[in-house]
Structures are given as structure tokens and as C-alpha cells.
């Protein structure tokens, strides 16, 4: 079991690119951690040091107990799964499974050669402990079947298990996904995801994983790690990621449909607080008022799942929680539904506020209000501000 620790990591590409600045990051031993957020923000770059696969430019990565920045990948005790399952198309399953365990023991073996003179022994017992490993892996992933066919005669998704396969028989501390499924149809992503989990499950080895799409990391995930422009955002539990985003970028990034925003001014007296924006004007609840550390522009979000939407001034009994002075946990805003999205099990519904914002309501299959002028009504206890 091991701990993988970054400190201040950082790596600027030569030509000066600063992909990742200053990353620090404790995973602990036998945890599943996912580095995720937009392309391009340094969430590859970051594995690949871990990996030892890229040069570190500063900070200090300690794997284990060891500070490894100037050891060598092979030496460092992990194992990679790539987007690209790099598998040998010459060999079978069974013997890409094998590759790198044989190509170990070739040089040992040499060593043993010149020290033992039981060499011949020592050699099959190496070879059954091969096998045993495979034999094992090819179980835990339910592979046996394809042990002996070539990757050319197997699916998008067998492939994938082999590339974990070949990961697993080397037994390593830590195990880097580098955005495994991103190959895979929609469907065996699902899938796919929920074998890595499993894995996790049965393992108990510390993972890393990056990837850019959002529900993958919060399913997967112990922890996020949301990066943006090679800074951490907020690294914390899916639930927490998702309930308490640290800034409008995290808000905006997790969750699907992503929050909507209307962006106003916060006017503070005392305990009190009013929110003015051409969407609309009503008083803020305290806890809003709290977060709200001062008067100025402010972006209030909601999530989809916490909007009601009504007839045209329908929600008549909530409008006067607008009044001020009279914070109350929803306020009604007017809208003009433009489009329902018809999801099976339920509906967005594609709203335009006064003041241009473009929102999504979220709601059961059931509803389905009539296009045209509407109330929205937004759950203050559940929004969010963010100043920036
Ligand atoms: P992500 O994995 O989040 O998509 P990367 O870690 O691949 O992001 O890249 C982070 C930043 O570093 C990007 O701006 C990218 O263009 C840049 N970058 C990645 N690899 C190189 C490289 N070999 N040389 C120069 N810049 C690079």
C-alpha cells in the first residue's frame, strides 16, 4: 500500500508553457483519486510525472516514502493504462499479459544464471509464477475466454480490459489511468467504469486517474482533483465537488446540465443583503447573505434539478418573497420558455430570462409546460454566489 505525495509540482514545457504550476496533492494509500477538467489544463502532464514519464520541472514527488523525481518509470513501481491500449498485435492476450513480467525475469535471470547452478529450476518456477499471474489477472477481469486470441480479433472494450490486464499482472503500489475509456462507445464507457471501480474495490490499490469528462471522475472518484490552466481549483469528495463548488469555474464544470448563473449586484445593510440584477431583484436568505463578504458584482447560481417552473405568473404566492425585507428560500423570476427536451425520464426545459441569460430547468417527464412566458422559481437554500 502506497502514498503518493506531490508538492509543489510544477512543469513548464520548454518555450515556456507553465502546464502545471505548483500542484500539491496527497493520495493516500488505497485511494482512488481523479485529476479532471477541460483539455488542456495539465491533468496528462501531471500524470505523466508521477509516471516518470515527463521531466519534472519543480516541487517534489515522494512515492512511498521515496522522493522519486530523478528515479526512472520503470523503477518507480507503477503501472500506466492509456487511452491507446499500446497492445503487442503479434502476441496473443495471454502473452501481451505476460510481456512485461517475462522481460523482468530475462534479467534477473541472468543474474541468476552466473550465481546459481540450479538455473534450469529456478527458470520454470519463474515461468509457473508467470502463469499464475496471468491466469489471475485474465480472472479478475473476466478475460479467460481471450487468452489466446490477438488484439486484432478482439472489441474496443476487450482490448481496454486487456490494457488493465497487462497493468495488473505487475502488481504495482500505484496504478495511472490516463484517460483509459476515452476510445469507447458511450455505452461501454458506463460499463468499463464500473470494472475499474470494481478493480478498485478488489485491489485496494492507490489509483490516479485523469480524465476530462466529469460524471466518469465523479463516479470513480474518492476525491476530484479539478484542475484548470495547471492550477487545482478545489481538490475534495465528488459530493462535496458537486455541493460546495469553490469557485464559479468548479460550479460550471461539474454537474449535468451544468448550474445556471445570473450575474447581479449584492447590496449589503447589516445582516441584510439584496440581490439586484436586470433578471430580476429580491433579497438574499442569511446564508447567502453570510457568503456575500461584501457589496459589489456578484453571479448567483442554480442547479437544473432545483428549479420549479410555472404558468405566467402562477406562482403569484411566491413573488412577494421578492418584497424587501422579506428574504425567503425562493423567489419567482420571469422567463420565456423556449424548448423541452424531451430525455425519457424527464425534461429540460430551455429557459431565456429577461435579462438574456440562457437557463435549463430540469424536471420529471411529467411536466410540460407550454412554451411561451413562465415563473421560474429558484430554491434560494440551494444557490450559490460565486464572485468570480
Ligand atoms: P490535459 O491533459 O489536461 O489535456 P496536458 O497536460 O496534455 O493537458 O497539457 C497541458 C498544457 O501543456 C497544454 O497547454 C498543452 O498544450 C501543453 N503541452 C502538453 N505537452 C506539451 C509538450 N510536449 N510541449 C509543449 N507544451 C505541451
Redesign the pocket.
Known sequence: MTKVTLQRLSKV???G?R??DAVDLEVESGEFVVLV??????????LRMVAGLEEISGGTLTIGDRVVNEVPARDRDIAMVFQSYALYPHLTVSENLAFGLERRRTHRSLLRRLLSRDYRGAAQREAEEVRAKVQRAAATLGIEPLLRRKPGALSGGQRQRVAVGRALVREPKVFLFDEPLSNLDAKLRVEMRAEIKELHRKTGATMLY?T?DQEEAMTLGDRLVV?RD?VVQQCASPREVYARPANRFVAEFVGTPAMNFITGRVELSGADARFDSPAGSFDLPPELARAAQASGPWHLGVRPDTLRVAPAGGASDERAAGAPGQASASVTLDAELRLVEDLGDRVDLRLVLRDGSRWIARRPSSERPALGAVSVVLDLGAAHLFKD
Open positions: 514545457y520548454p518555450g508553457v502546464a502545471v477538467g477541460p483539455s488542456g489544463c495539465g491533468k496528462s502532464t501531471t485523469v476530462h484542475m495547471g
